[in-house]
């Protein structure tokens, strides 16, 4: 008697993190509810118990829009284009603050977040994104303020705010792309966390909030391009207050790059992904 052995080729299929085919974004869209529930969480907790409330959300940027008007325009004699300083500055902190706030709020995501992490499974992907939506919160409600200086000082915009919410998307998607990276390694190694406020502090410096980016030779101005919130903070001025672009490299710069961080971060977040609930 003859016996006849089957073979069964297995065929296994691997999760390429280090592609984009397998990043898995199609998991956010499955647990959408989740990234709902942990945004509304972020805001709620923002201002719980606070006496101001939301106003937290007007009083910061108003407050470093008087301290930089009284330090770098009267004192300083800082330059501003034209355009009256106050409402120069705050058209830059407006995004500069959705930034720092988004980084800061993402770099600690996973580590305030360790009892949820170590009970269910879900994809960790979605803690750092929830604190950048909910800052979109707080620029809306400090959008108002702007839209008030315009109206103070007589400024138009011109056609060039229907290009706004791209400028809005550069800043977090280099937001989300450094916050994966910062929280990743945060997990890892906690004094991450202490580096963050130096970070966002020297980052501040090294972009056209306080300053135009005039003052920046002309030779310059693509390497300039590297930091993507100089190209935000310039296209908000463009797109609000009608300045002239003063590069069209730099922004092509920064578009780039502001996707390298998105692209590279989000690897190494899912190529770390599965070691957090064991180190966190």
Known sequence: MQKHVQHIDIKHTVIDSTSLSGLRFWELWQHRELL??????DIKVRYKQTALG??????????????????????GR????GVPYPLFSYAALLPWQLFATALTESGNSLVSSQNLITKVYFPRLVIP?????????????????????MVWYGVV?????????LFIMLALLAAVGVGLWLSALNVEYRDVRYTIPFLTQFWLFVTPVIYPSSLVPQRWRVLYGLNPMACVIEGFRWALLGRPITSYSMFLVSFIVAAALFVSGTIYFRNREDSFSDIV
Not at 54 to 75: C, D, G, K, Y
């Open 78 to 81: 800082m330059a501003s284009d």
């Open 157 to 165: 915009p011109t056609v060039a705010i229907l290009t706004l919410p």
């Open 54 to 75: 939301v106003a937290w959300a007007v009083l910061q940027p108003v407050m470093q829009m008087v301290v930089f008007t009284i330090l770098f325009s009267r004192l």
């Open 36 to 41: 709902y529930f942990l945004t509304w969480r």
């Open 129 to 149: 994104l929830a604190p950048v939506l909910a800052g979109l919160a707080d620029f809306g409600v400090a959008f108002g303020i702007l839209i008030i200086l």
